[in-house]
Nanobody, 123 residues
Framework: QVQLVESGGGLVRPGDSLRLSCTASASAFTINAMGWYRQAPGKQRELVAVITSGGTTNYADSVKGRFTISRDSAKNTVYLQMNSLRPEDTAVYYC?????????????????WGQGTQVTVSS
């Protein structure tokens, strides 16, 4: 199965930047998309950004213009560059990967999650 290893979280001040990294196992050649979700205390997990195997990106409205998702195919790694961080961005950030599989009824996806990395934005 796909293994996701995250890094880059930490404690920063409002307006600062962080870059999160997520590296998938070398055998994960069937991944359709990778993205970042976040979950704040008492809140449901929400999508932050996603990038497909074709390079298409999408962002939550709350992070548009501030966050950038990118990938390095050679390193099998996806990044989330987070600029102009706000206290509302405080959450555990999870890397997500969707692996395409062929089933008897057609293709389906397996969902994989990283362990999560804490991002805290506080003055």
């Amino acid at each position: 199965q796909v293994q996701l290893v995250e890094s880059g979280g930490g404690l920063v001040r409002p307006g600062d930047s962080l870059r999160l990294s997520c590296t998938a196992s070398a055998s994960a050649f069937t991944i359709n998309a990778m993205g970042w979700y976040r979950q704040a205390p008492g809140k449901q997990r929400e999508l932050v950004a996603v990038i497909t195997s074709g390079g298409t990106t999408n962002y939550a409205d709350s992070v548009k213009g501030r966050f950038t998702i990118s990938r390095d195919s050679a390193k099998n790694t996806v990044y989330l560059q987070m600029n102009s961080l706000r206290p509302e961005d405080t959450a555990v950030y999870y890397c997500n990967a969707k692996e395409s599989r062929a089933g008897w009824s057609g293709p389906y996806e397996l969902d994989y999650w990283g362990q999560g990395t804490q991002v805290t934005v506080s003055s």
